[in-house]
């Protein structure tokens, strides 16, 4: 997760560059950016006062380190003007969505490429650019003049053509050598995203960020957020670049994972690396219409203060509405429903009031041509029953039962049988979960033997549990 910052300096609008105010602008990934000023930055008569409302697209400073800073699409939430011994005194409070570290913008915020950084991106890539050799290595008692070098080889990165992109997973490593005490290596890994042409815009790279954020998510079987976001922008007319750091809120102060045990996660690069641009095209491609179905599993697997029911019905939505998404799910044509239900509609008796005409026309006629969850469920067990049927848990035999349950919790009919009760959804949750993970990971192009090794260790610990 990015870090706290403070930044202090003065500050201006881009149109009044004359006219800078001191003040400090603060960062923190909860609560957002929001900038205290010792003055205002427009006295416009328009504006004064706390009750009317300022909105400047572009805030520009400059920190006491000399540091360029842009806060953007920002609202002042304080004002305030006082008077002692006859001296005005005015100060003023700011909110904004974002801060950018590095550069000035005036229009609209855009880079030549964009990188991001996760948590556990590097543990999950198991690549390592460091080699030792040396005489020490052979064993037995150290003695002078025995030798034990280390030394460090950047790795390739590795590349995903996308739509309209470039995906690059970057190595790189930061080195501490001291005369003495000791040398450190710490390696890291990135993924940059370079436009085909032209550049990359602000609401593209954090749209970037959050589908790759699933994806890491997901891979790992650990909720991460981004730990950093760069955007570059490159130099035309002198060598060199200049990154901006990009600042804004998640809205939460989650505590990051720092550790990721390679079989307990779902994947890893080594499983996908000779796939990777499909497997990350596959990605890209499906998660536009999947991204319901994402929140929905994400919410569940992340919250471990959600009820049990609840949980239940997150997981039976999200199974239904990827099954509707990917495979669709109709009993008839659309040509040939649409005249079967112009027949039934026609047919309903005139001595039925309008709100149970309505009811049939509106509801139980006009989704009868939809698979029902128990279809559904059961196309789902059938086509992934070679991963499924190795798991510790009959996934097949709990249709019924997931579909019965789900059906009481929707409606509370004491008639429906046979369910379980509420206390005892536990069993039912890791079936729900077992068919939504093979379907996600299957989806993803995932290799199937090495679903069925990453779910088998998983669930077998989870049912012991």
């Known amino acids: ?50 009750d009317n409302v300022f909105r400047p697209d572009f805030i520009h400073g400059i920190t006491t380190e000399g540091e360029k800073v842009t806060l953007a699409n920002c609202i002042r939430g304080g004002y305030s003007l006082s008077s002692s011994q006859g001296t005005e005194v005015t100060s003023s409070k700011y909110q904004a969505i974002s801060l950018l570290s590095g550069a000035h ?47 460090y080889e950047f790795p390739e990165s590795i590349t995903a053509d996308l739509d309209d992109v470039e995906l690059k997973l970057i190595f790189n490593a930061d080195f501490n050598m001291g005369r003495v005490g000791g040398v450190s290596i710490d390696e890291k890994a990135y993924l940059d995203i370079i436009p085909d042409s032209g550049q990359i815009s602000y609401e593209e790279s954090t749209d970037y960020s959050e589908i790759l954020q699933d994806f890491i998510t997901l891979a790992t079987g650990k909720e991460v957020q981004a730990s950093m976001m760069v955007g570059r922008l490159e130099q035309d007319e002198q060598p060199g670049n200049t990154d901006v750091e990009i600042f804004f809120s998640t809205g939460s102060d989650l505590k990051l994972p720092d550790s990721l045990h390679p079989r307990k996660a779902n994947f890893v ?23 319901p179905v994402y929140n929905l599993y994400f919410s569940v697997q992340y919250n471990s203060e959600m009820y049990l029911q609840n949980q239940f019905l997150s997981l039976t939505q999200a199974i239904e509405t990827y099954h509707r998404r990917e495979i669709g799910g109709q009993y008839l044509s659309d040509d040939d429903f649409e005249e079967f239900y112009e027949e039934l509609c026609e047919n309903i008796p005139g001595r039925f009031d309008e709100s149970f005409r309505d009811h049939l026309e509106q509801g139980t006629f006009k989704y009868a041509n939809e698979y029902s969850l128990r ?27 997931i579909v019965n349950t789900r059906n009481y919790l929707t409606h509370y009919d004491e008639g429906i049988s046979p ?24 989806n993803l192009g995932i290799p199937e033997d090495q679903i069925v090794e990453r779910l088998q260790q998983r669930f077998s610990e989870l049912t012991i549990s």
């Open 105 to 151: 913008f005036t229009e609209q915020v855009s880079f030549d490429r964009f990188r991001v950084q996760f948590p556990l991106l590097t543990k999950w890539s198991g690549i390592t650019g460091i080699n030792y050799s040396g005489s020490v290595l052979e064993g037995g008692e150290v003695s002078a003049g025995d030798t034990f070098e280390v030394t």
């Open 375 to 401: 279809k559904r469920l059961s196309q789902l067990v059938s086509e992934q029953e070679n991963i499924l049927k190795e798991l510790p848990m009959d996934v097949e035999a709990s249709v019924n039962e």
């Open 1 to 50: 997760m990015i870090e706290e910052r403070e930044f202090r300096g003065y500050w201006w609008l881009p149109e009044n560059s004359d006219e800078k105010v001191g003040g400090i602008a603060s960062f923190s990934p909860s609560d957002g950016v929001f900038l205290e000023l010792f003055s205002a930055l427009n006295e416009d008569p328009e504006y004064s006062g706390s």
């Open 419 to 442: 369910r379980v009760d509420t206390d005892e959804l536990h069993p039912l949750i890791l079936r729900l979960r077992a068919i939504l993970e093979t379907v996600l990971l299957s």
């Open 269 to 291: 690069l080594s499983d996908i690396v000779e796939d990777f641009s499909e497997v990350m095209n596959n990605w890209f491609e499906h998660y536009e219409e999947l991204e």
